[in-house]
């Protein structure tokens, strides 16, 4: 007899099953909000990317001016 013929077995199965759906509808969701924070993370980095070259810029004009 398998473990899903008796009703305690049928109940247990039918919440492993909703929980491999929950599950995955949470991976999904961790999944775009790791998406986001890239895009944010690349936006940061050109940022501070674009001040670093304004400030060495703004000495050269001062050290060469």
Do not use: F
């Not at 599950?23 to 895009?39: M, T």
């Not at 690349?42 to 001040?51: H, S």
């Amino acid at each position: 007899m398998s473990n899903s013929s008796c009703p305690v077995g049928a109940a247990n199965a039918a919440k492993i099953d909703a929980l491999n759906r929950e599950q995955e509808v949470q991976r999904k969701a961790v999944g775009a909000v790791n998406d986001r924070l890239d895009k944010i993370n690349w936006w940061l980095v050109a940022t501070l990317g674009g001040v670093v070259v304004n400030l060495l810029l703004q000495i050269a004009g001062r050290v060469g001016g």
